[in-house]
């Protein structure tokens, strides 16, 4: 078997690359150019935590999932929908509730630890599905630039999946990119901040616009995705640059439309940090339902013949009455965690 370098590219002739290059149009880039880029991920401005912001309190959420789907022709198919039991998310109720005529098995995924449900369906008919839970959440804020940079000289085997490309991250065709956008930075934190601002300015949020085949090369073309493209994006890009990545779902609150959100963390510092590219959901807001190398590991529903989702809807409750959102000041002055350290 031949060994795939996963480091930067040097100065050998890539092919296959002149098509990405021509979809994006870039345009020059600091190196390229010889000026000195400008930080604009944060760091530079914010290395000091504002006093004002504490150490968040756990948060305690209600969150709950209605789904409805066809059935024509007998069918198994898994649902990803669980709030995950883990360190920093503890479930103090949960209840799903299961229509007749479904076989049901709860199981979970031995390597990521994503629970999940199987059901086999052998009567045509609509099947509803109700599920809701009470969440508390603890998040980690940990100051920018305070973590010790790390590599894969010193990861542990848990975390090595998370550096080779995936279905939808296809991180070895995305070297020459990475390095030109970002190879000036110098620490991986700074790298990952820089890839979501890149990805958050690049790329539109357009609801309906991809499919389940849409990877993130595709995305990178295209200009265009929702949540889970946002996050194979930036997951492609941190890996090529030798930085663990990892898929996310979860429950977001205040997530406008409702739905199931898609985001991303990175290995850094013997800690997983979570990034959203799309901006549209707090860090202290999310509850966690499972991680993966991709959606291909934890995507909501996978059926194995022919179903239809007639109807689905998703809600979050926060039982605190004084909240307010991070702010992006303090979200540029800290690292957020959802497990403890």
């Not at 990877?215 to 995705?225: H, I, M, T």
Request: aromatic fraction near 12%; charge should be neutral; charged fraction near 15%.
């Amino acid at each position: 078997m031949r060994c795939r370098n996963l480091q930067f590219p040097s100065n050998r002739h890539y092919t296959a690359f002149g098509e990405i290059r021509r979809a994006l149009f870039l345009q020059r880039t600091p190196l390229q150019t010889g000026r000195k880029p400008a930080v604009t991920h944060g760091l530079g401005r914010y290395l000091q935590p504002p006093h004002y912001f504490p150490h968040p309190s756990p948060m305690n959420f209600i969150v709950s999932s209605l789904l409805e789907y066809e059935v024509t022709s007998p069918v198994t198919f898994l649902l990803s929908i669980r709030a995950r039991q883990a360190a920093g998310q503890i479930l103090t109720y949960e209840n799903l509730q299961i229509p007749g005529g479904l076989d049901h098995q709860i199981q979970t995924c031995t390597a990521t630890g994503t629970p999940f449900d199987r059901f086999h369906a052998s009567q045509p008919g609509l099947y509803e599905l109700r599920y809701e839970a009470h969440v508390q959440v603890q998040a980690d804020l940990i100051p920018a630039g305070s973590l010790t940079d790390s590599g894969p000289a010193v990861f542990e085997a848990p975390v090595l999946p998370y550096l080779y490309p995936s279905r939808y991250c296809q991180s070895d065709r995305l070297g020459r990119l990475a390095f030109d956008l970002f190879g000036y930075l110098n620490t991986p934190e700074e790298k990952v901040r820089a890839v979501v601002d890149w990805i958050s300015s690049r790329l539109t949020y357009v609801s309906g616009s991809t499919d389940t085949g849409t990877s993130a090369v595709d995305s990178l073309v295209e200009r265009a995705g929702v949540c889970r493209d946002f996050a194979h994006l930036g997951i492609a890009l941190c890996r090529a640059m030798n930085i663990p990545a990892r898929y996310f779902t979860g429950y977001a609150y205040e997530l406008n439309p409702p739905d199931f959100h898609a985001c991303f963390e990175t290995f850094i510092g013997g800690r997983w940090l979570f990034w959203d590219a799309t901006g549209l959901a707090s860090p202290d807001g999310i509850v966690r339902i499972g991680t993966g190398r991709d959606a291909s590991d934890c995507s909501v529903c996978t059926s194995f013949g022919s179903l239809l989702l007639k109807h689905q809807a998703v809600t979050v409750q926060l039982q605190e009455q004084h909240y307010q959102k991070m702010s992006m000041e303090q979200m540029r002055a800290y690292c957020i965690s959802l497990e403890p350290g």
